[in-house]
């Protein structure tokens, strides 16, 4: 989407639906350069792109026939946010639980580099391609900021006094939750043979998998440089 950050350096995954056998093109502003893929059977099709060192903003052009266009996209560092409570906790913390330092990053949040999107919160039986968002990449602002991530965001933050240069975080998570409601299936099942069996003493979101179909499945194609996890008491 607008606003995002490709991880720089690499092919950076792009990815999406057109009529099937539909000739898809995709041009880049930081080179000039066209893609061309052709959509499958099912409708999707994914290329990936060349990306520069970091910098921007730039925009991406994709059309099958009808145009969009993605703008004020950089380039940059890609980092995904996950876990429970410890992780989905906000800037401004939660009640009666403060934030050392909240009030000083929300005031100071401004900054253009620093881009963050937020994944709704939702469960699934069967793996996503998709996941929804309420507010899309967002560039850091006092009202952004506040309501993100708080270990995402000082980590990002760190990573941008290091390193100078955009930071991409996408926040994925959910209080309260174990462990296994983040891992596919098959993996849940070579960790724990009976685990499918042990689901019946859960209620969603902890099931087996629900949240990684939702909530991590849909961004396994996001080219990204890492992932930070925080998971806490639940298990």
Known sequence: GSNMVLQQQCNANLWGKAAPSKKVTVTTSWDNRKYTVQAAADSTWKTAVATPAAGGPYSIRISDGEAIVLDNVMIGEVWICSGQSN?????????????????????NGTNSDIRMFVVRREVSDRPLDD???????????????????????????????????????????????RIETWMDMETAQKVEQNQVEKDKNHQAPNKTAQLYNAMIHPLVNYTAQGFIWYQGESN
Not at 93 to 98: I, L, R, S, T, Y
Request: proline share 6%; aromatic share 12%; net charge negative.
């Open 87 to 107: 992780m989905q906790m906000p800037v401004t913390g939660f009640p009666g639980q403060p934030v050392v330092g909240s009030n000083e990053a929300i005031l």
């Open 131 to 177: 996941c929804n968002t309420d507010t899309g990449w967002q560039e850091a602002t006092t009202e952004s900021v506040a309501g993100f991530t708080a270990v995402g965001y000082f980590f990002g933050l760190n990573l941008y006094k290091v390193l100078g240069i955009p930071i991409g975080l996408i926040e994925t998570d959910w209080g309260g939750t």
